[in-house]
């Protein structure tokens, strides 16, 4: 990559992130009256939902903790980061320890879910914000509410499965992909033995359970110990999904002195997906598709989200700094033009989430019980600091 | 109409019915193995999964049962819904008497959900077979079942709801009109002072909790005593399912001797969701809008889907036939004609179900967890049946 693309490059992220993502929730976002975030926005950032989804409050804590970590020590993000952990403690959770899925504006419960990636989370909130406000207790709770997930995880009949487990049972991919990326943000806070033997379990269910090199593709579903299911929850695979994975390995591979085998596992896992997600008749990535090329039975499986496209970006980006190889250098040009055609929102800011698989816009929402300032922001953030540092490596 | 009009479109729907949609079930679901039907299709017949969708089961045996009753004696049809029926008596219920919402292929439960909806289709695969094959066990199972359904239905607490009560409640206006077409079809076994007591209560509830003269809408969700909310749930609306509800009531009004204030207020209906829901841009008719204009949460909101032309196509023709109004006739030719120019599977026969909102094809699925022969063939039905009515009355 020459200089003047990379400073461009440098600007996009560095600019949209500080100059636009950012602001856009900021300005919207904060509820003074009753704590924590309204983020179910329309377009120009009107309150569409006043309900408050825990995955989004526990992602934007996250945010404005990394943001003062990582870029600069501004007042006013401890305080939003601060605003956040206080609603997440204060609402956020039920008697048994575990996380509401969602809460009404003032903070009342109103779902929890059998999963536990709201827990997931909280964890990375709590432990982002202890490294901003040096606060040792919210390190001590992140710590605790790991230690939660992993109890339900790990013991059987604790979480109520929607398939009755006597006829079938399935794992997700998201569960160890997602242990390994909050298990990464705990450890920043302070290592321990737990975190490396979580992640090298959780590297290992990816690549001897998920990847599928008969189908050269990660299956989001998978037996016990790996079973290939032939049904269309067996044979899902989410491009994207499976992308985010690559590049949380890719980050584990740097961490671990740029361990060879894990970087190129997670090639591995990167090439399969570009080839398979990228829709050649119109660009983008596919949301869902059939390893054996059936139809996909989900409504949305050829729309094109903004958030694997973040991924994506970041994780050939990322890709590229770490093999020098030429091809991920095409693939984040190809990926990073398609999106900004596509995904920013040039009358207010921000991105849209949901576009037609012809790219044109779905839905106007800003926001929603997934969406909120996670996956662009971070990708933003990422991308500017990747590539500063290749600068300042030259 | 005119006389050459209505033979054309009898025979559209005829043949459609008997000569392309049934075909193509006969030909590719039945499961001569394990009993029951495969319905989740591929357009050209693959199987894509062998699991057994409970709403299905109960449809397709309905279906055939149907048509039986009303079209001709035939023996494979009452074959076919005796296969249908076997496979519900012997694996569609759990020890509690509900049923389960899918099985395997071989019959084992895999899910069981916290609606009732299985339930009701139970009854009437039950309630019309029954008296397709003078069944007198199975016209006491459907009344067993409905029974049950009412009692889980009026019963607080006994399925456990999604959304925690104690925060906020919500009712959905699908149990009304799915307890009103039921009861429909159940009465039609024989009559009893309940079945008009349930009726009576559902049109109640429509009329008074779910209609909204200040949106001029049908809400699909209100708080228990018609309360709106202004949430995303709360402002949703499903023209093609309001639709639906409108000619479900515009047949009772029929059962009741042509009562003029049901017909009236099924108007009222059919008139707002069409005014609402049909696409000014594409043509056809939107899946979910928001009462407010706030755009809809769901991936599927602007797609276009089968089943709700289906719907309007009969209930614009029955409007016409009942009010002899030109408006109705007007509509039901352009829905016609937009829906026969855009679902037809040309090259295997049947329709697809999910385009995207140009209409353009989204899944060639034929079937899924939801889509089998329903609402297709129960819409040619239906308007075969009411043109050869308005034919012989000239």
Redesign the interface.
């Known amino acids: 990559m020459d200089k003047a693309r990379r400073e461009q490059l440098i600007e996009v992220y560095r600019d949209g992130l500080l100059n636009d993502t950012i602001p856009f929730w900021q300005q919207h976002a904060p509820d003074e009256q009753h704590g924590g975030f309204m983020t179910?926005l329309?377009a120009d950032g009107?309150v569409?939902?006043?309900?408050k989804p825990m995955w989004v409050m526990g992602r934007i804590t996250w945010l404005f903790s990394r943001l003062y970590n990582t870029v600069e020590k501004r007042e006013d993000w401890l305080h939003w980061a601060r605003h956040g952990v206080s609603f997440i403690r204060e609402h956020g959770f039920d008697s048994d320890g575990r996380m509401f899925y969602s809460v009404?504006r003032d903070g009342?419960?109103?779902?929890?879910r059998r999963y536990l990636y709201t827990e997931t989370f909280g964890v990375i909130a709590l432990a982002e914000f202890a490294r901003a406000a040096g606060d040792e207790q919210a390190l001590q709770e992140a710590h605790d509410l790991y230690r939660l997930i992993l109890r339900y995880y790990k013991t059987p009949g604790l979480l109520e499965p929607?398939?009755?487990p006597?006829?079938?049972k399935l794992k997700s991919h998201a569960m160890p992909m997602i242990l390994l990326a909050t298990t990464q943000v705990l450890r920043q806070a302070g290592d321990e033995p737990l975190y490396t033997q979580v992640i090298d379990e959780s590297l290992s269910e990816v690549f001897n359970h998920f990847m599928k090199p008969e189908f050269r593709l990660l299956l989001e579903n998978v037996g016990p110990n790996g079973e290939f299911l032939d049904?269309?929850d067996g044979r899902e695979v989410n491009p994207g999904h499976a992308i985010e994975t690559a590049w949380f390995i890719m980050e584990e591979s740097r961490y671990r002195d740029n361990d060879a085998t894990l970087l190129r596992r997670a090639c591995q896992i990167l090439d399969w997906s570009l080839d398979f997600g990228w829709d050649d008749q119109y660009g983008g990535i596919l949301y869902f598709k059939d390893c054996k090329g059936?139809?996909?039975?989900k409504?949305?499986?050829?729309?094109k989200l903004w958030w694997p496209h973040n991924e994506a970006i970041y994780g050939t980006l990322l890709a590229y700094h770490l093999t020098g190889e030429q091809r991920y250098l095409d693939w984040h040009a190809r990926l990073h033009d398609w999106s900004y055609q596509h995904f920013p929102d040039r009358q207010n800011g921000e991105w849209f989430g949901?576009l037609?698989?012809?790219g044109s816009v779905?839905?106007?929402?800003k926001g929603?019980?997934w969406k909120g300032p996670f996956h662009l922001p971070r990708m933003q953030l990422n991308c500017w600091k990747l590539l500063e540092q290749a600068d300042s490596r030259r």
Chains 1, 2 share one sequence.
């Open positions: 179910f329309d009107t569409v939902s006043t309900d009404t009342r419960p109103l779902r929890k929607k398939v009755i006597a006829t079938r049904e269309p059936y139809p996909s039975p409504y949305e499986h050829d729309m949901y037609h698989r012809d779905s839905s106007t929402l929603n019980m």
